[in-house]
């Protein structure tokens, strides 16, 4: 939710700025009567970005590869949209200035499809931008959460525009650019660590156990990213605070009133960010502990012990009728292997090893609705269980006969061949 809503106020006070000064400048030079032009190409925008994020919506992707393509792409936009900031941050104003200018002299219905064809393409990128990086992020993170937070941020940016423009807000934005800008790199980094994650899954690109155990737990732990952030952010507010105590010389000329007036503003802004600090540094140590404990308690599931007969394992399915994840241990003369079933929505059973080729004989456990790889963290879609590919368990043929499911051992000792 954090980072769709530091997303989403970014993207979202670059277009309120972009829109100001077009519209102060046609005030200023006595054009006011675009700005309804302007605004239409602001309405424009605006439902072509939800125009784009329902359609994003509705391409269901659930294949690891292209999501890891969606992760990095969205990666490379964030990547520009800080970079196109601080290349054009000092000449903003001015190239916007120039372009209005350029429209507006031209004969009237011109002039307004120029302005507002501008305002809707400027705004429209933003958008696009939004929408992208935030179908991604959804990808691995609760898709309510990251629309809630869009809301918000976006809502706090049109607060801020309408401020900063009406001159009742006075904020340094450069400042608030190069904050900005720390924590989206740290999204970036997230979303190319995620994309690596689901490209490696996929077997697109050539991965290892080890890769998988250091790079999921990043992926995955949506807690820890949320506490990182939130821990740069109180860095960022902690400089501030310092900077703020720095004695400013005040006017020589400045009454006492004046002075004790600016003292005092002076106090409130620092206890304010002193307070923000706090909390924020409060939050991380409780996010983490509660990490650090979790993940104490993530023991392996034990296993229930089988044997076979005549070369078959045989499950009564009457201990297999609910949802939940069951892992057998079955044990002979020759050799011991661990394999897991559980009743899938369709009423099918998912037959598996409790390993996958990546990760090896690192297993999985149940976490609600998830059955989780313990060695990366990657949340399996469980009806895919028993089907090849990426970190999902090496499946198992199996049968149904006479209220009983059946494992050949032949198949699960075949099975086992894929271990790497």
Known sequence: MLSSLVLALREGVEAALVIGIILLYLNRTGRAHLARAVWLGVVA???ASFAG??????WQVNQEGFEGLLMLIAAFFVVTMIWWMSRVARTLKREIEHKVEAYAQKASLAAALGV???AFLMVLREGIELVLINRAVELSSEGISVWVGTAIGLAIAVAVGLFFFKGTLRIPLHRFFAATSTILIIVAVQLVITGIHELSEALWIPSSKTEMAIIGPIVRNDILFFAIVLGVAAVVILREWM???QPAVLAANAHSADRRRWEWEQRKHRRWMFAAVVTCVAVVL????DFLYARAQAAPPEAQPVTATNGQVRLPLSSLADSNLHIYQLETDSFSLRFLVIRKPGGEYGTALDACQICGPAGYRQDGGNVICRNCDAAIYIPSIGDTGGC?????PSRTEGGELVLDVAALTEATRQIH
């Open 392 to 396: 999902n368990p090496i499946g198992v």
């Open 243 to 245: 900077a703020a105590r």
């Open 53 to 58: 994020a329902v359609a994003l919506e509705r």
């Open 286 to 289: 409780g996010l983490t502990a």
């Open 45 to 47: 925008a605006a439902l």
């Open 116 to 118: 507002g064809t501008f």
